[in-house]
């Protein structure tokens, strides 16, 4: 999900299809958040090429994490994600995920600019290319997840995620109600003071990083 609509910039009416809940947004603002967001993404995507050991070290610290802050249970459904861009990739922990009896999902772009439908995965199913080459499960499958698992490129104090910048996580997560637990993961030193939040932002409710960080919203850690 390379395409960065974020960058383009545009007066109001430009920004009318980002609103979540009508939320008016200054486009002059709109813009100064897209040009800081599109430089730290450069940076945060140069910091994220690693060595293969360092690599293999990373994902095996967030597979344990996610071991210790997700009970599986028979039929949980969780969903995950296909790795692109350099993310973390958790196709092992999915497939021990789905052999202790969860059922794994794939996010899946159905139409550009809106939101990701969720459909079932499992080990070795039969997969196609999608929207922006990315694979996707064959047989179209949508289910509504329990958990969501959303890749990382940064994250801010506040837990508002900043991801490869079309936005379509965001409009996912607010669309979806009951709101599924959503975790973010992420390799270590992705943490921002801020992302400087939009209306349409949604943050994560809690995170797991590859140097052992895992933090949850202070609203949620009562």
């Known amino acids: 999900m390379s395409h960065d609509p974020e960058d383009e910039g545009g007066d109001a009416a430009c920004f009318a299809h980002h609103l979540v809940g009508g939320h008016p947004v200054d486009p002059a603002t709109a ?3 897209a040009r800081f967001r599109k430089g730290e993404r450069a940076r945060l995507l140069e910091a994220r090429k690693l060595s293969a050991p360092a690599r293999e070290a990373a994902v095996a610290e967030l597979c344990a994490g996610l071991e210790k802050r ?8 969780i969903a995950a994600y296909w790795p692109i861009r ?5 196709r092992g922990w999915m497939e021990s995920a789905h052999a ?6 794939l996010p899946v ?15 070795g199913c039969r997969m196609t290319r999608g929207v922006w080459n990315i694979p996707v499960p064959a047989d179209r ?3 509504r997840p329990d958990i969501v698992i959303s890749p990382l490129l940064g994250v801010d104090r506040d837990l508002y995620r900043l991801g490869n910048g079309g936005g379509y996580y965001d409009r996912t997560l607010a669309a979806l109600d009951p709101r599924p637990r959503i975790i973010g993961v992420g ?32 609203a949620d850690s009562a």
Request: with cysteine; glycine share 6%.
């Open 31 to 33: 813009r100064d958040v």
């Open 70 to 77: 997700i009970a599986i249970t028979k039929g949980v459904k």
């Open 86 to 90: 350099s993310e973390p990739d958790l």
């Open 100 to 105: 202790a009896g969860a059922q794994i999902l």
């Open 109 to 123: 772009v159905i139409e550009k600019n809106a939101p990701l439908e969720f459909h079932h995965w499992s080990p």
């Open 141 to 143: 499958a949508e289910d």
């Open 187 to 218: 390799l270590a030193g992705c943490i921002l003071p801020t992302i400087y939040p939009m209306p349409w932002d949604i943050p994560m409710d809690e995170i797991i990083l590859s140097d052992g960080t895992a933090q949850r919203r202070e």
